[in-house]
Structure formats: structure tokens, C-alpha cells
């Protein structure tokens, strides 16, 4: 069995893996197996979110074994392990209809490929200034936001299954389109994101910068045929001076050299000198110049961490808005496991650095009352875990946690605006004693006889906020009880009642 | 040298002539057929749906066993083998070979004690009754109000049920029938699919405290076969009860007062709420049941209205003194 052949294997195995672990986040099938593993072992969520808050938070803490990988051993992460990498690997090799010697052309190194390490940098100062949009270009938790937001709800649709309920998303179409964009641009370029746009693949290539085991090839047995190139993954010029930066170490370049003159190890006698990180100083001051410049206007616009905002009701065990938008990487692993469907990524409700994190939508679904499945997913403690006894605040904890409260709106409710009968809300309502109560009042009717008629009401310092009210209300379109995240317990700002 | 461009169309031959203007004319005619079959004023093509009725699930009524027993006790396998025994038996229900639908009341997401679902201990004997008669198959469904999986993992009856031999159907949305309900305000409605599936089926309802009906027992208990936006009948609660109950006739029906949720309802939430009561009731009278279990949340058949609107009907009666009742204890 060769090196490649093992990549190989590897490569399946993890993608496998990853679909594997997908499929079982949710209710039935979550057993406390480690769901975000991969997410967990992506060293630019630990490194960016450990710039922004200092702590490298419980599981992120894998992402070391990585990080000690890539310095011993280079960047084998993409190939082997980085389930986008293998997709993009695949999808590359699917839609190739190139002549063999245009594949020659396509393989090789491009200074374009600079692009990914000015990407890392802008990603890199945001976050050290306190902004984590990692999310949006990380491999992980874009192929993990992928699956569960597009992929499994049309898997689901197209009969797979899955769960009860058909999951519904909020713009998930958007995300699908990102995704197959992003496969559809292996078409022109093989592995297009990973060579062009991962700020993963160039954190690890800086990382790669002084590993000893390398790639080398022998000056003295090559005779320049450059079939090395046809199939190398990187783009790192293995027919040259190699770029070990961007070489994933796929071991295809070993296997097809007929000389035998490449082998991964230490380097022999005649072995090819290697190319540092091919960054232009200037560009690299450019792009961190822009990000700083950019901080300061991104964090002086009025978005849910500074104005609260009704529709942000954020899932129970959130951390206050600021911190969340510290740790919040959108993998749309809350949603997944979301028994209701109510967690929902946010388009722009939280403002435009809020973008794909999870929200409450209880038109859809509610928070269901012993869940608190979230927390016990979420990769980087944005959504803490709490216990059901922490939630609905059963002894010894003396108050449970409130992701919003609920109010009336009385021109829409039944019994309210129309005299008609209807307690579905004081129904549903999980407190108790239950935070939503009905009273009798005569009413009289326009034929002016009186009957008596029960009227819903809102115990402010009951309500828990998790809009099943909201969600089961017969007013379907616009319901007439609505949940908005004042009073949440995460904010200290964010409230009305003085004695809360 | 010849370029590709100087191909040439080879001329027309008597043969090629009549294929090329036979193709040409049936592609036309073909045209005009579809658009003479397929003209509609409607913009869509609407398909009827069939509209399914329910069965009588019933058995003969005989003089010969009480209307009504109530069974005390704390083992609650004893305590339904007994109500079943003095009922006649099993075998007076459930025949060999038939599939039988169990339906609990298991609408939320909360744990056996909370009582805010049927008793998993009763549910797990009735499918062991129903599996030593012989049944071909014993379903437990329920149509619920929180996540369908939480629901009946968490009130215990999923692993009850699997226990005992029977099979918990979860309801999808792709589980209903149009049914017609042939009521007053109830008419056609999305119905879960298994009933149209059984010859059986036994109510297993629990009692609990309700703020609009009062009460959710042995009829309220159906409102959990209907799917759609069912949050729409709280309007007319009292008719849409009755409805119901004269819509579905079960073959049986045992009442779980091991322990009752007395306010609060029909959710519950705390073991405050609860009072254990250790009574089971079963009988074939879904209104006397209903008016006999009332004594557990201190109320009067006065103040039900659902109870006199079903009686009005002639579902059953209210005054369960007028049955041949028996009361024991195991």
C-alpha cells in the first residue's frame, strides 16, 4: 500500500465521517457522540476565536493535534481530512474534460493562489480586534452550514427520511447557491477553493513552513517530464522548486513520477531546493491596514449588539450578543439538532456581522421546553450547555433561562378582537404555573346580549419566551401573540421590568 | 482539400419525401391533439382527493358484563388485567389475526410522573393484552403537540411499547387522509392514516385538568387523530368534542387516573400539580367513563358541556349509576 493509496483511504474515511456525523445530530441518534468533531479539530476556529476571546474554549482544544501535525508533517490536513477539500478533490476530478496537457497548465502554481493568505490576514485582524467572521469563509464550517442548511433538507424532501418534520430555512437557498458555486468553480480551476480562497489551507500553509518530513524531489534522476504535475492537488509545483506552502501532501506526484526521482521524507543528496510562502509584504500591510480600517465602521453600525433587536431572540444558554458575535463561527450546528426547526440562520436581523447566526423563528418552530440540545452542540460556546434543570430553572437553580418574552397582540387575538373563543395559547404554554392566564369578562355582543368570554393574559415574570404560543396561535400569518427578545437572560441591557 | 463546411443535403427521393412529410404531419397533428385534450378553463388540474369515513371499531354490546369498572390498586399491569377480565376478557375485542391501534394520550414533551401523558405501565399492558388475543399487530400512535421522538421517548411509552411487542407510528405530515367527520362543525379533516389501517382500536386517554373543555378524558382524547391546523376547534370546543366522539367509536376504553394532573393543564410541569389517584376505569360508554372520571378534578357533568352535547347525541349516557358498574380493588 503506498502513501497515496492510504490518502486515499483517509480522505474517504473522514468525508464518510463527516456525513456520518451529520446525519446523526439530532434527538434520536446524538448519544453524546462528539457531533462537531470536525469543527472542533479546524485549527482557524480555535486560533481566530481564541483571538477574540482569549480562551481556547473545551473541545477546540483537537485543533491542537492538528496544529502539532501540520508543523511536524506539513499541510496533510486538506487532503486527507478536510471533507471540503475531498468534495472539491472529487468534483474536480468529475467535471475534468481537459486533454492531459492542459492538465499540466492547470496544475501549476498561479500567483493568484496568494489570495487565500490576504484572506487569512484580513480574517486574522478582524478577530484579533474583537470581530469573528471566520465563519464565512472556514472550509468546516461552511461545508458543515452546506450539508445541514441545503443538502439535508432536499435530501429529506427528495424522501430520505430523516426526520419527522421537512426542515425549512430561512434563505436556505442562498446557502445552496454559495455551495454549489463554490463546487462548480472546480470546473475551471481544479480545486478552486482550496487553492484560491481557503484561509484554512493558508494557515496551515504558514504553519507547513518548517516541517521536516517534506516532499523532495531528486535533480539528479528527474528528466523533466513534469507528469508529477498532471494530478498534484495543491497546484505546488512539484516539477520545480516546490511551493510547500501549498502542497497538501496527496502523494500523487510520488506515484507518477517514473523515475522515481520524488519521495516524501528528509531531503537526500540532489534533492530540489523548496520556495517559501509566496506573499508580497505590501499586499499582506494592504489587506491588514484594510481590516483594521474596517473594524471600527463595521462595529460603529447599528445592529442587534448595540440597538437590541425584537426578531434577535437568540437560542437558550446564548452568551450576551457581544460575546456571541465573538464565538459564533455559523456551522448551523444549533440547527441542525433544533428538534422544531426554530433555530434558524439570521440573513441580516442581526445586523450584517450577524449574518447565518442562529435566531428563533417561532412561525416555524419554538423552543421546545426540556430540549437543550443547542448548547450541547455548539463547537465554540456561543450557546453554553445547560442542564434541563438549568433551562426551565427546576431546584436548585431558582429561575430558568428567558430567550424573550411573549406579548398580545390584541387587535389580532381572538377572543380580543373578534369575541370569539380560543385559550390555544394558555394551552400550549409549558410553565408552571403557566405564564399565560385567563380571566372571564361579560362581554356584550352586538345583538347586545351579554355572554361570559375568557380573555388571555401575559405573566411578564412567568414567561420564558419560547414561542409555542407564537408558533401554535390559530392567527397563522402575522399571530397574535409574538415573541421579541426583551427581557432575555443574557442582557443586562435589554430589559424593561425593574424587578426582573 | 474538401472542407467541412462543403457537406452537402442529399437530394430528396420519393421514399425520403413521404417519411419526412408523414413525421411532419403527425408532429402538427400531435400539436393540435394536445392542445383539443388538454384545454381547460381551469388553471389547474385538480385531482379529488378521496375522502375517507371511519370505521365502527365496536364490538356487540352484551348484557351479560358491566358497563363500567373501576379498578384501585398500584400495579397497573394487575389492575388492567382485572378491568379487562370483569369486561369479559380480551378475547371479547380483539380477535386473532387483527391489528389494533392503541391510542395514548402522549402530547408532550414531559416525563411519566408530570402526568401530563398516559401512564407508560398501562399502555405497555393493554399491548400485552392485545398481543395475547392474538392480534397480528399492536400500533400506539398519537398525533402530539410537541416533537413527535421527545414526546414518546420522554413519557416513557416508546420503550413501554417496545417492550410489550408493539410498534410506536410516528404520524409525518404525509400521514394524513382527508376523512369525513360528518359532524356539526367538524367535517372534512386531515385524519392520521393508521386508523384507516386497523380493525381495533382501544382509548387510552388520561385525565387531566383543561382550562377551555374543563376536562381531557376519553373524547377530548380524539382530538389527537387529526392533523391540519386542529388549534382551530378550541373555538367551538364543546361541539367539536362531541364531533369527535361520534366520529370515532372505539372498542374499547381504559381510563389512566394512576395519577392526575389536577391543574395547570393540559401541559402540566411540576410533580405540585399532580395528585395520585390509582384508579384505572374502562368501559364501552366513552360519556359515562368521562362523567365517572370527573370526581377526580372536583367537578360536575353541569359544569362539562361537552358530556350533555355527546349524551344529546346518543353516544352514551352521563349518569354512570344507570350502568351495570363494579368497583374493586387488586
Redesign the interface.
Known amino acids: 500500500m503506498t502513501l497515496r493509496d492510504i490518502r486515499r483511504v483517509y480522505s474517504v474515511f473522514f468525508f464518510v465521517l463527516f456525513l456520518v456525523l451529520v446525519g446523526i445530530t439530532d ?2 441518534n446524538i448519544k453524546g457522540y462528539e457531533v462537531a468533531l470536525f469543527l472542533e479539530l479546524d485549527p482557524l476556529v480555535a486560533v481566530t476565536s481564541f483571538l477574540t476571546s482569549w480562551t481556547l474554549y473545551k473541545g477546540l482544544i483537537l485543533a491542537v493535534l492538528i496544529i502539532v501535525g501540520t508543523i511536524l508533517l506539513g499541510r496533510f490536513f486538506c487532503s486527507w481530512i478536510c471533507p471540503l477539500g475531498t468534495l472539491n478533490q472529487w468534483v474536480s476530478h468529475l467535471f475534468n474534460r481537459r486533454r492531459p496537457a492542459d492538465d499540466y497548465r492547470v496544475n501549476a502554481y498561479r500567483s493568484v493562489y496568494r489570495l487565500k493568505y490576504y484572506i487569512l490576514t484580513a480574517l486574522l485582524v478582524l478577530a484579533l480586534l474583537g470581530s469573528l467572521q471566520t465563519g464565512l469563509f472556514d472550509p468546516i464550517a461552511l461545508i458543515s452550514r452546506s450539508f445541514v442548511l441545503s443538502v439535508y433538507p432536499a435530501v429529506n424532501l427528495l424522501g430520505g427520511g430523516l ?4 426542515p425549512l430555512f430561512h434563505g436556505g437557498v442562498l446557502i445552496a447557491l454559495v455551495f454549489l458555486a463554490i463546487l462548480f468553480a472546480n470546473r475551471f480551476l481544479t480545486r478552486f477553493w482550496c487553492r484560491l480562497l481557503c484561509p484554512l489551507g493558508a494557515l496551515l500553509g504558514l504553519l507547513s513552513g518548517r516541517a521536516v518530513l517534506r516532499i523532495w524531489r531528486d535533480v539528479e534522476k528527474c528528466t523533466d517530464c513534469q507528469k508529477c504535475l498532471r494530478y498534484c492537488h495543491g497546484g505546488c509545483d512539484p516539477h520545480a522548486a516546490l511551493r510547500f506552502s501549498e502542497c497538501h501532501l496527496c502523494m500523487n506526484c510520488i506515484e507518477h513520477c517514473p523515475e522515481e526521482a520524488i519521495h516524501y521524507g528528509l531531503p537526500r543528496a540532489g534533492s530540489s531546493v523548496h520556495v517559501p510562502v509566496d506573499v508580497s509584504r505590501r499586499r499582506l500591510i494592504e489587506t491588514a491596514v484594510a481590516g483594521a480600517v474596517l473594524f471600527p465602521m463595521m462595529r460603529s453600525a447599528a445592529a442587534a449588539r448595540t440597538v437590541p433587536r425584537d426578531q434577535v431572540i437568540r437560542p437558550p444558554g446564548s452568551i450576551p450578543e457581544e460575546g456571541f458575535l465573538r464565538r459564533c463561527i455559523k456551522c448551523g450546528e444549533c440547527m441542525r439538532v433544533c ?2 426547526n426554530a433555530i434558524q440562520p439570521a440573513l441580516l436581523e442581526a445586523g450584517f456581522e450577524g449574518l447565518w447566526t442562529p435566531i428563533l423563528i417561532n412561525r416555524i418552530g419554538y423552543c ?4 437543550v440540545l443547542c448548547g450541547q452542540v455548539c463547537p465554540t460556546g456561543a450557546i453554553l450547555p445547560l442542564s434541563v434543570e438549568e433551562k ?1 430553572g427546576a431546584p436548585p437553580f431558582e429561575k430558568p433561562v428567558k430567550i424573550g418574552t411573549a406579548f398580545y397582540d390584541r387587535g389580532r387575538c ?1 377572543p380580543w378582537a373578534m369575541n ?5 395559547c ?9 405564564a399565560i392566564w ?1 380571566r372571564t369578562h361579560q362581554v356584550r355582543l352586538r345583538n347586545g346580549r351579554t355572554r361570559p368570554l ?1 380573555f388571555p393574559y401575559l405573566d411578564t415574570s412567568l414567561c420564558i419566551g419560547c414561542g409555542i404560543c407564537e408558533n ?3 392567527v ?1 400569518d402575522r399571530p397574535a401573540i409574538r415573541v421579541t427578545s426583551i427581557g432575555e437572560t443574557r442582557s443586562s441591557t435589554n430589559q424593561m421590568i425593574l424587578k426582573a | 482539400m474538401p472542407s467541412r463546411h462543403d457537406r452537402r443535403e442529399p437530394v430528396m427521393d420519393r421514399r425520403g419525401f413521404l417519411i419526412r412529410t408523414a413525421t411532419t404531419c403527425a408532429l402538427a397533428a400531435g400539436a393540435g391533439l394536445w392542445g383539443f385534450l388538454s384545454y381547460s378553463r381551469e388553471p389547474l388540474r385538480r385531482r379529488a382527493e378521496r375522502v375517507f369515513t371511519f370505521k365502527d371499531y365496536r364490538v356487540a354490546d352484551a348484557a351479560a358484563y358491566p358497563g363500567l369498572v373501576v379498578v384501585h390498586g398500584r400495579d397497573v399491569e394487575k389492575m388492567a388485567r382485572a378491568a379487562v377480565e370483569r369486561l369479559g376478557g380480551i378475547s371479547r375485542f380483539v380477535s386473532p389475526g387483527e391489528r389494533v391501534l392503541i391510542k395514548p394520550n402522549a402530547g408532550w ?2 416525563q411519566p410522573e408530570l402526568a401530563a401523558n398516559t401512564n407508560p405501565a398501562l399502555v405497555q399492558a393493554v399491548v400485552r393484552l392485545c398481543l395475547e388475543a392474538g392480534a397480528a399487530e399492536v400500533w400506539v400512535t398519537d398525533v402530539t ?6 414526546c414518546f ?2 413519557s416513557g411509552i416508546e420503550s413501554a411499547v417496545r417492550k410489550a411487542g408493539g410498534e410506536v407510528k ?4 404525509g400521514d394524513f387522509l382527508l376523512t369525513d367527520l360528518g359532524g356539526e362543525v367538524l367535517r372534512v379533516w386531515p385524519v392520521s392514516r393508521f386508523y384507516h389501517e386497523v380493525d381495533r382500536v382501544i382509548n387510552v386517554p388520561v385525565v387531566k385538568h ?3 373543555s374543563r376536562c381531557t378524558i376519553a373524547m377530548k382524547n380524539w382530538y389527537g387523530v387529526l392533523g391540519g ?1 386542529r ?2 376547534l ?4 364543546d361541539v367539536s368534542i362531541a364531533d369527535l366522539a361520534a366520529a370515532i367509536r372505539p372498542t374499547l376504553t381504559i381510563v389512566d387516573a394512576t395519577r392526575v394532573l389536577k391543574r ?1 393543564g ?5 410533580p ?2 399532580v395528585s395520585r389517584e390509582d384508579t384505572i376505569v374502562a368501559g364501552l360508554d366513552e360519556v359515562a367513563l368521562d362523567s365517572y372520571s370527573l370526581r377526580f378534578l372536583e367537578l360536575k357533568v353541569e359544569e362539562v358541556p361537552f358530556i350533555r352535547a355527546a349524551e344529546e347525541r346518543g353516544l352514551g349516557v352521563s349518569d354512570w349509576r344507570r350502568l351495570n358498574h363494579v368497583e374493586i380493588t387488586v
Do not use: M, W
Request: contains cysteine.
Open positions: 434527538f434520536r426526520y419527522l418534520r421537512q428538534p422544531t421546545e421546553y426540556n430540549c426551565i381572538l370569539i373563543e380560543c385559550i390555544v394558555e394551552e400550549v404554554c409549558p410553565t408552571s404555573p403557566k385567563l375568557r401554535k396561535c390559530p397563522r | 414533551d414531559r403537540i410537541n416533537d413527535p421522538y421527545r421517548a420522554r410516528f404520524t409525518t405530515e383543561h382550562s377551555l391546523r388549534n382551530r378550541h373555538q367551538e370546543i395547570n393540559p401541559t402540566g410541569g411540576s405540585s400539580d
